[in-house]
């Protein structure tokens, strides 16, 4: 009976001893502050949201070029940004990415992101609400090519005009251009070809004069003036202030004589604006940090891409037809331009 007893006394000694040992390594408990227990500390903020798509263009063009020349503009100069610029069929495509939240930004012209918001046009009966503007970038100037007898759009009347590829944004600034001179295409011989084949009509004499939507100088228009007499025909100041009054989405834009070869004098014509957009449902600070470091690091992006040269702060917030982003409304206000 002893024999147990001790047995029993060793066991509890033991079992103190290591329940001793095991108490002294736990940490102390936090202090608590007079009047209760305290609430956990918060979590840190989150960073700046990563892995957004910036839908641009085909990998070809301008878009997907310039695209990808911002992506990494934000992306080395904001501390967890991850912009991807991916290829698309530009601007109608890019409308419906931002629409659906397949793409969080998109580089597109200011007329189609109207005709998408508005439910016009392409968008016919299926606008697209959500989009917003960030800003402006640069002109996507109205040219359109003649032969050299033909100098004024009022001229077109009677000739055979390719006004773009149908549905086209092309086509559309076309017929809107023509409305305000008052000609429709009852008036003329309509064709509906693209780019490459109203550069191939022209050549072949096959078609008097076509309208292209690009960047200044195109070059298609330049080879086609290296081998023959063009006229690149004048839109009087008059009928681009009706343009503009019926479609805000324009802008009057003269091109410099001598941009081509032998057309020697300046001409007056209106321009679509290249421009950022992004969907109602993004982040204010986000859009806000996006846009302050885009158009604050110009100089960087003109170093990088020639068409950063063309890209201003001022310029940003002309030719917008459709509500800014408030991220973006607020940095342009700060900067006295909005």
């Not at 001229?155 to 092309?170: D, H, I, N």
């Not at 429709?184 to 008097?208: C, W």
Request: glycine share 8%; with cysteine; hydrophobic share 40%.
């Amino acid at each position: 009976m002893k024999k147990r007893i001790s047995i029993l006394l060793v066991l509890l000694l033991v079992s103190l001893t290591l329940f001793t040992a095991c108490s002294s390594n736990e940490p102390a408990p936090a202090e608590q502050p007079a009047g209760g227990t305290s609430d956990p500390a918060p979590a840190p903020a989150p960073s700046t949201p990563a892995n957004l798509i910036l839908a641009t263009g085909g990998t070809t063009g301008t878009y997907y070029s310039l695209g990808g020349t911002i992506a990494q503009l934000w992306n080395s100069n904001m501390d967890g940004m991850n912009v991807t610029a991916q290829s698309t069929g530009a601007s109608i495509e890019n409308c419906r990415l931002l629409g659906n939240g397949e793409a969080e930004l998109a580089l597109l012209q200011n007329d189609v992101l109207d005709y998408a918001y508005n439910g016009i046009e392409s968008f016919d009966g299926d606008g697209i609400d959500s989009l917003r503007a960030i800003g402006t970038l640069y002109p996507e100037v109205v040219q359109i090519v003649g032969s050299p007898s033909i100098t004024e759009i009022s001229q077109l009347k009677g000739k055979r005009v390719s006004v773009g590829a149908p549905g086209s944004g092309t086509e559309a600034n076309a017929r809107q251009i023509l409305g305000a001179a008052g000609i429709t295409y009852d008036d003329i011989s309509v064709s509906y070809l693209s780019f490459a084949e109203s550069a191939d009509a022209f050549k072949d004499n096959q078609i008097d004069a076509f309208f292209i939507t690009s960047g200044v100088p195109n070059a298609s228009i330049q080879d086609i003036a290296a081998q023959n007499d063009i006229s690149i025909i004048n839109v009087p100041s008059d009928i681009a202030s009706t343009i503009m009054a019926d479609y805000p989405f324009y802008i009057e834009f003269n091109i410099p004589g001598g941009t081509y070869n032998k057309v020697d004098n300046d001409v007056n014509t209106v321009a679509i604006l290249a421009t950022l957009a992004t969907s109602a449902d993004q982040s204010e600070d986000m859009i806000y940090e996006l846009t302050k470091t885009l158009f604050e690091s110009l100089p960087e992006l003109a170093s990088s891409h020639a068409k950063g040269q063309e890209i201003s702060v001022e310029g940003a917030v002309e030719g917008l037809s459709i509500p800014f982003h408030p991220g973006a409304e607020k940095y342009f206000k700060e900067k006295g331009v909005l």
